[in-house]
């Protein structure tokens, strides 16, 4: 069974810097796109960053120039690198990918449980 799994969120200054982790497990045939969403407390989940196949890339507005999205194909693991956190980076931050597991002929979404980031001085 697919399961996605986050890791690198925790408690940072204004100004500092996270890494985020979202390894992919179990029988995968292929990933199209991976994706990086985040919510707030009483937001709405919102798209951050995502990454294709191609490797094209896209980000929200308000994270353009500090944070960068990657990838390891052969790791099906994605990352979030964050620098220069603001407070309103503040939130809970998922994972999504958009996978065939093997033995399927669809694609669909799957998702992680979310890893906290929270920046404060």
């Known amino acids: 069974q697919v399961q996605l799994v986050e890791s690198g969120g925790g408690l940072v200054q204004p100004g500092g810097s996270l890494r985020l982790s979202c390894a992919a497990s179990?029988?995968?045939?292929?990933?199209?796109?991976m994706n990086w969403y985040r919510q707030a407390p009483g937001l709405q989940r919102e798209l951050v960053a995502s990454?294709?196949?191609?490797?094209?890339?896209h980000y929200i507005n308000s994270v353009k120039g500090r944070f960068t999205i990657s990838k390891d194909n052969a790791k099906n693991t994605a990352y979030l690198q964050m620098n220069n956190l603001k407070p309103e980076d503040t939130a809970v931050y998922y994972c999504?990918?958009?996978?065939?597991?093997?033995?399927?002929?669809?694609?669909?979404?799957?998702w992680g449980r979310g890893t906290q980031v929270t920046v404060s001085s």
């Open positions: 999504n990918f958009d996978l065939m597991a093997s033995g399927s002929y669809y694609y669909w979404d799957y």
């Open positions: 179990g029988g995968i045939s292929s990933i199209n796109a």
């Open positions: 990454i294709s196949r191609d490797g094209n890339t």
